[in-house]
């Protein structure tokens, strides 16, 4: 799929005169643990030129198209994207520390991946990741059958937490190094690897019975990280200097 996902990247920098600096794939593909039938969740960073950005009325900064073949296409605008890095944006970080990287000029992200350890946010990311585990355990994952893609779902996200909680960093996309970590046990690795297995010769639909002492597991990791949560915020200074600069350096 890369040559395609590469020429629809041109196309819109064509159709909306746009240069894409940063594009890389999300979601399961990017995590390592797509089903046969996953889609392609390709985000990406853009500009604009110099001009577009000295008009009095902002105008919409960001762009989303399906395509076919299962091909799901997103992106922000810079200024958007530098404003959303700032405030800690966890979906940001995940696409930088992206495996699969399809289009990438050096400046931007490289220094964005310097600056990324001073931005992060331990508290709130352990809010977002926990937020989406315990949204998945309560809507997907409650019933006597479930979607194998909904227990991933949730370990990642919970794992995310986990390593927040050790390494007081952003975790890293790929699931693969969640699961390697140190503070993660052989019996939970074990456990891990027996799903995605399974997971990888199932469809997006197929379902099957939870193993009852999993999910009890479940609920102890989201009782722990709501408790824990609170006493890793830190207090930080702003300053936002090195981003208006790098904003200035690519659009001047």
Not at 147 to 170: D, G, M, N
Request: charged share 25%.
């Amino acid at each position: 799929m890369t040559p395609e996902i590469l020429a629809a990247l041109t196309a819109l920098e064509h159709e909306r005169g746009i240069q894409v600096l940063f594009a890389a794939e999300s979601g399961s593909r990017a995590w390592g643990f797509a089903s046969p039938d996953s889609d392609y969740d390709v985000r990406f960073v853009y500009r604009h030129p110099r001009d577009w950005y000295l008009g009095v009325i902002e105008a919409r900064d960001v762009i989303e198209r399906m395509l076919p073949n299962d091909l799901d296409v997103s992106g922000w605008d810079l200024r958007k994207s530098l404003r959303l890095f700032a405030r800690g944006n966890v979906a940001l970080y995940e696409w930088l520390g992206s495996p699969i990287i399809y289009r990438e000029e050096p400046v931007f992200a490289q220094r964005l991946r310097e600056l990324l350890p001073r931005y992060f946010q331990p508290a709130s990311a352990l809010h977002h990741y926990l937020g989406t585990a315990r949204t998945t355990f309560a809507e997907h994952l409650g019933g006597d059958t479930v979607r194998l893609k909904k227990v991933f779902y949730f370990l990642r996200p919970v794992l995310a937490c986990r390593w927040i909680e050790h390494a007081r960093t952003q975790p890293p996309t790929a699931f693969a190094e969640l699961v390697a970590a140190d503070w993660v046990d052989t019996a939970e690795r074990d456990s891990v690897a027996e799903l995605l297995r399974r997971k990888q010769l199932a469809s997006e639909s197929d379902r099957e019975p939870l193993d009852p002492a999993l999910k009890q597991w479940m609920q102890a990791q989201v009782d722990h990280f709501t408790r824990i949560g609170p006493s890793l915020a830190r207090s930080r200074e702003v300053d936002n200097s090195e981003l208006d600069a790098l904003m200035v350096e690519l659009c001047g």
